[in-house]
């Protein structure tokens, strides 16, 4: 059965790969791009036709609401949320958002929740709605350090992108177990290690990792194929609230405590349009 599907990141890496699949699938496929050249940049590896656009700069909190705004006014529902987006920078300064937030949580912790927040009304509308939240390796064992997060000294690009993953992935979490999102299911996934432009990032990265991504990563189809299980594998279709890693549910050792949510959504601090 073909479904109604929105997508963040779906332009690059392992995001272009699970559209590509999706659209050859039949699927009515929904992109949030940052800008009109992303889409441009597209239409070169296949007909774009067959794909609705919506435009966003995910790292400024009224711009996920107005995107949020225009796929409501245009979808009558939503059964997959991909919320793939995000960014990592391994070296150089901490940076922050219009918002005055630390970037990877802006980008990778609040804009997805926000985004999942808005668009609540479209996932209860389907009878097969899916979250699947893509985020990163170790968050079994990793412990949410919201004072990192929050320290305007704490500068570790490494650490605050895995601290952003684990934030988003708690968040999710915890929509899953809440009595008014109970026909929504919530996946959070490791894609693996893929060569895309973000890991390879002369700017962002340094040479150490550039050099394992060019000999130990994995083409971006494998990671694309790990975001396509976690919404449609069987084997899978009855998991909510759940971390998986290669392709299996892996055991938390932590849950979110309201202390940690409230300092977390604190970072939202826009009203709505």
């Not at 332009?11 to 699927?27: D, N, Q, R, Y």
């Not at 922050?96 to 804009?111: D, R």
């Not at 004072?147 to 968040?171: H, W």
Request: glycine share 6%; charged share 30%; aromatic share 8%.
């Amino acid at each position: 059965m073909k479904k109604n599907i929105v997508i963040s990141g779906g332009h690059s890496g392992i995001g272009l790969e699970l559209t590509k699949k999706l659209l050859a699938e039949g699927h009515k496929i929904g992109l949030i791009l940052r800008n009109e050249n992303r889409r441009k940049s597209l239409a070169d590896l296949f007909d774009t036709s067959k794909i609705e656009f919506f435009y966003a700069d995910l790292s400024v909190q009224t711009e996920v609401i107005r995107v949020a705004q225009n796929i409501k006014d245009s979808w009558d529902k939503i059964d997959r949320l991909y919320n793939n987006a995000g960014i990592a920078i391994m070296k150089g300064d901490r940076r922050t958002s219009k918002q005055g937030n630390e970037l990877h949580f802006e980008v990778n912790t609040l804009a997805p929740y926000q985004l999942t927040i808005e668009l609540k009304p479209l996932l209860l509308k389907s009878d097969d709605a899916k979250v699947v939240t893509t985020v990163t390796q170790g968050l079994d064992n990793l412990k949410l350090n919201t004072e990192r997060i929050f320290n305007k000294d704490f500068t570790s690009g490494m650490k605050l992108y895995s601290q952003s993953k684990l934030a988003v992935m708690l968040l999710m979490n915890d929509l899953s177990e809440k009595d008014d999102w109970k026909s929504v299911k919530f996946l959070n996934v490791h894609p693996g290690n893929n060569k895309t432009n973000v890991t390879q990032n002369k700017d962002t990265m340094p040479a150490f990792i550039k050099l394992m991504v060019r000999l130990f990563f994995k083409t971006p189809d494998f990671g694309g194929q790990r975001l396509y299980n976690a919404g449609f594998d069987k084997k899978l279709e009855g998991e909510n609230g759940v971390y998986l890693f290669n392709d299996k549910v892996r055991d938390l050792k932590h849950s979110l405590t309201s202390d940690d949510k409230r300092k977390l959504l604190s970072g939202m601090t826009l009203e709505k349009l």
